[in-house]
């Protein structure tokens, strides 16, 4: 560097005046891109120590503006990316996204000690590493999620994903991305299955008929590790209603004749369970459907356990409930008539796991 350059540097150290100040701190960044192929490492650390300096005393329209400018520079001056990282979120956005200059170790202090919308700056980085998505996993909110989700560049630990899919099932902000994200493991897309919308539901039907059967008995395998994770507690009413259904089974009578029998006499958690049972889903899927009045995941699981298509429609219109329901009885034939029934049984097999689980647990 030569020596009125340098001359420069030691002049916006010892300036006071703020305008011209802001001037010469432009003059000395053009002066540090210019000089990048030429320049010391004595040289580079002479710029970030005069560089940390002036901006700490700068306002933030000004930290912005330095912001912008070095977060794309491969060697942008270390120190002063981690004091901009640091700064308020309208300086340090594009530092947090872009700058490659900030080690793991910053980045994880911005995501356990910032706002979230530096958190999910930081999802949206073109590399990040598994432990700094854990991290945002845990401290960030849906918004910071949905970013790391549909990051490709993030690597995400089975952990993590299992953490997305449990808030996912809350949020359908998180739904796209659960379900569009391409590593995300089949045991844990297909739990997605009866909660997202139809369209990401024929995504997640498409990923399925492409799965060969070995891939598809290691997905069932982690489904079944995940599910003996849980614990459920059956209350009084429904360890009832569980051996009314199995006294009805043992007898040959369970049938869709008899749930239909049973929600019109309103005895809705026998109907819960017994559909559980005719369909081998566990209760909570089932208990979501009724609740959500989802007619196309009921179609789904009547027509993977075979449920002729009038009582299907008889039940629809009980459970989408009201006079609409009863003008879509034909709409809803229809619904089930599409169904194929191979994918339906194929996407079925995974709520078989969740509810022998379940059973093994109320055991």
């Known amino acids: 560097m030569s020596q009125g350059r340098f001359a420069k540097l030691i002049e916006l150290a010892k300036l006071s005046d703020s305008e011209r100040r802001r001037d010469l701190l432009r003059e000395v960044t053009d002066l540090f891109f210019e000089t990048s192929s030429t320049r010391t490492d004595r040289e580079s ?4 120590d005069v560089l ?23 060697d942008a001056p270390i120190g002063l990316m981690r004091d901009l990282a640091a700064h308020s979120f309208e300086v340090a956005g594009p530092v947090l996204r872009h700058s490659k200059a900030l080690d793991e ?20 980085r073109e590399q990040v590493s598994e432990a700094l998505a ?29 953490t997305a899919v449990d808030r996912a099932r809350r949020n359908t902000t998180l739904h796209e991305g659960v379900v569009t994200r391409a590593d995300m493991p089949l045991d844990l897309l297909n739990e997605m299955y009866f909660v997202v919308e139809s369209r990401l539901r024929s995504q997640i039907m498409e990923r399925n008929a492409g799965v060969d059967p070995a891939t598809l008995d290691a997905a069932l395998n982690k489904a079944r590790e995940r599910m003996s994770k849980s614990a459920t507690e059956l209350n009084a009413e429904a360890k009832t209603a569980m051996a009314f259904i199995q006294s009805k089974k043992s007898e040959g009578q369970l049938n869709a004749r008899l749930l239909v029998s049973l929600w ?26 009724i609740e959500r009045h ?33 003008a879509r009885a034909e709409e809803f034939g229809k619904m089930y008539n599409n169904v194929p029934v191979e994918a339906a049984q194929r996407a079925v097999r995974f709520f078989k796991v969740r509810k022998s689980s379940s059973e093994a647990r109320a055991a």
């Open 45 to 48: 650390a002479l710029f970030d």
């Open 52 to 74: 940390q300096m002036v901006a700490a005393e700068m306002q933030d329209e000004v930290l912005a503006e330095l912001a912008t400018t070095f977060c794309d520079a491969p």
């Open 105 to 124: 170790q910053t980045l994880m202090k911005v995501v356990n000690q910032r706002s979230q919308a530096h958190i999910k700056a930081v999802a949206e």
């Open 134 to 162: 854990d991290a945002i996993v845990k401290f960030g909110d849906d918004t910071a999620l949905d970013a790391l989700l549909r990051n490709d560049g993030a690597r995400m630990s089975r952990t993590g994903m299992e």
């Open 264 to 289: 019109r006499e309103a005895k809705r958690t026998c109907f819960l369970y017994g559909l559980a049972e005719l369909t081998h889903v566990d209760h909570q899927t089932v208990a979501a459907l």
């Open 294 to 326: 989802d007619i196309e995941g009921l179609a789904m699981i009547c027509r993977a356990a075979n449920v002729e298509r009038p009582l299907f429609v008889t039940m629809a219109v009980m459970i989408g409930g009201g006079d609409e329901a009863m």
